[in-house]
């Protein structure tokens, strides 16, 4: 008993250690993303908690508010391989995973060689996804879940780490093909980018018209990323938060005793929302200098972690209510 008591006291002054290293990992991860996006904490904070659980997030907001900027100075400030594809209709499947293409050699032998696309990267810029046919859409499930691709019958590997970050502009819609169900699911969360207050936009028009613009530098690489990744999935959850998400998420679905939900809500969230509010929670809590999440980061994390696995029905949508709003309804529950 003497020896149990010893190890676990010994384990968790090494979580404790671990979880000092990464705070200060963490906090020069802030500063340096912080020297190049002014205001939109929030979204700033949401996409490292993405990164940080190890998974993919979508980025909605109307042009202009930096959302291609916040994905390059991730990838620089973490160190991570990052490459762009612009989404457009003509975009081919092979355009993103890659191709195999015929080689001869000398002695005039022919043989196959696979070429990787720009989805071989460990953070993946995905611009305007939604402007892409769904056949060059669904290229992307199979990577965003399983990390590997297959193309003539051969598996790739993708890099670890490896991340999507997609964009999408909600107000141009012509000519664009909404994401299916299946695919909104793959994204841990969906991170709404708002106009920024006016004294974040003062600091940019006067930062960002002069002759030198503020440059990102990296403070982190992937291998650290990843440990950093691996001591989340390790961080303890209270038995009341494991509660408190069982109880959200399943008050979000119809026929489950909640006459609002019942009432308003087409279809909601599968056991993958739960999955990813414990992870965010998770790591919101590191982010925020806690060893253990609480209610309180469920109850923020509640809208971008379920807004994109719920639809409204139609009667909702015609008394002009929002998921946001059957969301935050929810949330003051748990």
Known sequence: MSVMIKETAVSERDMIAAAER????????????????????????????????????????????????LVETLGVVLGLDARRIQFTPDLMPSDILGSEV???????????RFISG????????????????????????????EYHVTVAGERHDLPAP??????????????????????????????????PDIEAERRILLETTGIEDAKAQNVLDPERLKDIQ?????????????????????????????TDTDKHVSWGPGPRA?????????????????????????K?????????????TFAA?????SVRDVIARLAKDV
Do not use: W
């Not at 963490?26 to 190890?54: D, P, T, Y």
């Not at 923020?300 to 409204?312: I, N, S, Y």
């Open 102 to 112: 015929m080689e001869q050699d000398e002695q005039g032998k022919r043989s196959f």
């Open 162 to 195: 490896f991340h999507v970050l997609a964009t999408q502009n909600p107000l141009e819609q012509e000519g664009t093909y909404p994401l299916p169900e299946a695919q909104l699911d793959r994204f841990l969360m969906q991170i709404d980018i708002l106009y």
């Open 118 to 145: 720009p989805i071989f990267a460990q953070l993946l810029m995905a611009d305007e996804i939604n402007r892409a046919s769904p056949r060059t859409q669904s290229a992307l499930l199979q990577a965003m879940q």
């Open 230 to 258: 691996r001591l989340i999935r390790r961080m303890p959850v209270p038995e009341s938060v494991v509660e408190a998400i069982l109880k959200l998420v399943r008050s979000a679905r119809p026929g489950q005793g909640n």
């Open 22 to 69: 990464a705070l200060a990992d963490i906090s020069k991860v802030r500063q340096g993303v912080g020297r190049v996006i002014f205001g939109q904490e929030s979204v700033v904070e949401r996409a490292l908690v993405a990164l940080l659980a190890g998974g993919h997030a979508l980025l909605v907001g109307v042009p202009g508010l930096a959302k291609t900027k």
């Open 274 to 298: 739960s999955q990813a509010l414990t992870l965010c929670a998770r790591a919101r809590a590191l982010y925020d200098g806690r060893l253990a999440p609480s209610i309180d980061d469920i």
């Open 300 to 312: 923020a994390l509640a809208e971008p972690v379920l807004q994109h696995r719920m639809a409204l």
């Open 317 to 321: 949508r015609a008394e002009g209510m």
